[in-house]
């Protein structure tokens, strides 16, 4: 298997404030990191796919200035929540490709926003 | 536009067997994702299929239909930890995943 490790898992913060999230492959590099949001009972929306070195894509809707995503090596990939408000409260995910294309993503363990 | 369909919610009796169905339209296929998420939890892998046909792993087998558009994810001998959401995702042409909203599966005793 393969080891995505996510941090942190619950961050609270005050409106206005920037959270950053981190995501790590542990054990692969990843070229290739996604970022999701899931709200309660919904499926994952995906942000923006996190290409190394390069400028991430973002998804239609997805405010880029916003949502600061950050691949500077094989195996780190970052997600910076600036100036987040009380909606911006989600659960954060973030999964990594291994290899080539064979389907199977690793997921991290999600990251718990809570803006108040 | 792109379609994924499955079941908001489903109720299964521990020891049981129950199918989880799955119908897509997408532009292109490229393989059928299983994921099972637990409440708070980031999803875990169960099953990829990109043939037609059953692929079976132990208590949880998928099947796939290309030609329908149609997957089933079947889960044998529940138990009460597969009470969880179980998410269908397909690749499109563009490698791009598209998620279903999920199946909330509820295990009784």
């Known amino acids: 298997g393969a080891v995505v490790s996510q941090h942190p898992s619950w961050v609270i913060c005050k409106s206005g404030t920037s959270v950053k999230i981190e995501c790590r492959s542990l054990?692969?590099?990843?070229?290739?990191m996604f970022w999701y949001r899931q709200f309660p009972k919904q499926s994952l929306m995906l942000m923006a796919t996190?290409?190394?070195?390069?400028?991430?894509?973002?998804e239609q809707g997805v405010e880029k200035d916003k949502f600061l995503i950050n691949h500077a090596s094989l195996t780190l990939s970052t997600l910076t929540v600036t100036s987040a408000h009380p909606e911006d409260s989600s659960f954060y995910i973030c999964?990594?490709?291994?290899?080539?294309?064979?389907?199977?993503?690793?997921f991290g363990e999600g990251s718990r926003l809570t803006v108040l | 536009g792109q379609n994924i369909d499955q079941p908001t919610e489903m109720t299964a009796t521990e020891g049981a067997i129950v199918q989880i169905n799955c119908t897509y339209q997408?532009?292109?296929?490229?393989?059928l994702f299983w994921y099972q998420q637990h409440a708070g939890e980031a999803p875990t892998f169960l099953s990829y299929?990109?043939l037609d046909g059953l692929e079976e792993k132990g208590r949880f087998s998928s099947f796939l239909s290309r030609s329908k558009g149609y997957s089933y994810l079947l889960l044998k001998e529940l138990q009460m930890k597969d009470s969880a959401s179980y998410l269908c995702?397909?690749?499109?042409?563009?490698?791009?995943?598209?998620w279903g909203a999920g199946t909330k599966l509820i295990i009784k005793p």
């Open positions: 997408t532009s292109g296929f490229n393989g």
């Open positions: 999964s990594a490709k291994k290899g080539l294309d064979t389907g199977e993503l690793f």
């Open positions: 054990d692969f590099q990843a070229t290739t």
């Open positions: 996190s290409n190394e070195g390069s400028k991430a894509t973002y």
């Open positions: 299929n990109v």
């Open positions: 995702a397909v690749k499109d042409s563009n490698y791009q995943l598209i």
